[in-house]
Structures are given as C-alpha cells and as structure tokens.
C-alpha cells in the first residue's frame, strides 16, 4: 500500500512537471509570437502628390514694361513662392513673395493666394497643365491666352562655371520635321545669376543637351550672343535644342 502510494506521488510530479513544460512552452510561443509581430517592419504609406503641385512660369502681358515674367511655385502643403520679374528697356525690377493659397469652396479651380507679409489676395485659375492669374474681381483679363502660365519641368544643369548658378525650366515641347525626319525642339527657359566679380559671357557653343544615349546636342540661344552679363546680377534667356525623337533629354551641361 505504501509502494502505490509512493508510485502514485511520483506519477503525480512528473505529470506536474509535464503540465509546467507545456504551460512554459506555449507561454514561450506566445511571447516569440508577439516579438515576431513587432519585428515585421511597417509598410510606407504611399502619399499621392496632387497634380497641381509643381513650377509654372511664362511671359505674360505688362502694362507699364515691355514683359513680365511669373514664376510661381506651389506646394503640397498649400504655400507658394511667387517671383515677378518686369523688363524695361535699359533695367529689370524683381519682386519675390510668398504666402499660403486656398481653394475656393465653391469652384475647386479658383486659388486664393495670400501673402504673408502685406495679406494681399490674388486670385488664380487652375487648370490641366496651367494656371492663369485673374483681376480683383475674379475675372480673366482681356486676350486671357495670353495669360496662361503652364507647369514647367526643371531639368538637371551640369555647371563648370565658377560663382554662377544657372537654373534651367522646360518652357516648350515640339514636333518638328527636317528632311523627312521628324525631331522634338524643346525650349528651356534659362535663369543665370553671374555671382563673380566679372561680366559673364555666354555663347550658344558654351550649353550643350546631352541625351540619354550620351548624345551631345549644341543649343541656340534666341537673342544669341547673350549681352555680357553683369557681376551680381542675373539674366534669363530662351535656350532651343533640337534632337531626334528616340533619343530622351539627360541633362544639360555648360563649359
């Protein structure tokens, strides 16, 4: 009687020790479970960047100068950059700003922009690819294609010049046909701010396109030679290049 009892104690302690196992294991499995689960690493939310958001800039007509330049930024956070630049005969005026725009409730194409420091308004339309300033009132201006402002594509410029920044916007995209064989020009606006102490001269030979096959294409400049650009100051110029369509724009490099 005492043996059983004794086997009966023993069987008991081993399925003690037997269920504590269990219990550890499984307690064990729980924990690497949720370790494992804290270890996979979070996917990035993907953020869908509006369509609006970008660089717009063209001429526009100027009553008191000879042209205007507008180049307006907008950004995804609802802030924008605005920078005028008025062209006289003899001298240039450049007036920066910058504030937050809102939509309007009623037409989701109307923008108001606001500046910071003078809380002015001004109004905008925005379009497809474009945006078109309006008066006071809201109103297009007469001959209002000649206001369109469209979104332009900032292409990388490989720079040899010293104290010179050079910035370079895709200003027109077109087809063109030339002893049967059919070429894109494209025409990029050129910003260059000459920040040396000397006047800059800057030739057509001096910019070259080069494509994505390593292609090298010679620019023309419109009002080419560019009058010799004074120390501290900038200059802007229309720069075309023409090459074949199965070749694709890399970047632009200066000598």
């Known amino acids: ?73 907008l950004h995804q956070n609802k802030t924008y950059s605005l920078k005028e630049i008025s062209f006289f005969k003899h001298k240039t005026i450049q007036k920066e700003s910058s504030g937050t725009f809102t939509f309007d409730e009623k037409n989701s194409n109307l923008l108001q922009l606001m500046d ?53 916007d895709l200003f027109k995209s077109e087809k063109i046909e030339s002893n049967g064989i059919t070429s894109t020009q494209l025409t990029y606006f050129f910003e260059i701010n000459n920040q040396s102490d000397q006047p800059l001269k800057l030739r057509d030979s001096d910019i070259i396109l080069v494509d994505n096959k390593n292609n090298e294409h010679l620019a023309t400049i419109k009002n080419n030679p560019i009058s010799p650009i004074k120390s501290n100051s900038t200059q802007h110029a229309l720069v075309v290049f023409i090459y074949p369509d199965s070749s694709q724009p890399a970047y632009i490099k200066i000598k």
């Not at 294991?25 to 689960?37: I, P, Y």
């Not at 369509?51 to 042209?67: D, L, M």
């Not at 009132?137 to 332009?152: M, T």
């Open 1 to 73: 009687m005492i043996i059983m009892k004794q086997a009966m104690i023993t069987l008991s302690f081993f399925a003690l020790l037997l269920s504590s196992g269990c219990d550890n294991k499984n307690s064990t499995s729980s924990v690497n479970e949720k370790f494992n689960l804290s270890e996979q690493p979070s996917q990035p939310i993907q953020v869908q960047i509006p369509s609006w958001v970008g660089h717009y800039q063209a001429f526009i007509p100027c009553k008191t100068c000879e042209k205007k330049l507008v180049s307006i930024r």
């Open 116 to 168: 910071d420091k003078t809380q002015q308004r001004r109004y905008f339309s925005l379009h497809a690819h474009s945006i078109e300033p309006l008066d006071q009132d809201k109103n297009q201006f007469k001959d209002f294609e000649k206001y369109q402002i469209p979104q332009v594509q900032t292409i990388q410029v490989n720079n040899a010049l010293k104290y010179v920044d050079i910035e370079a």
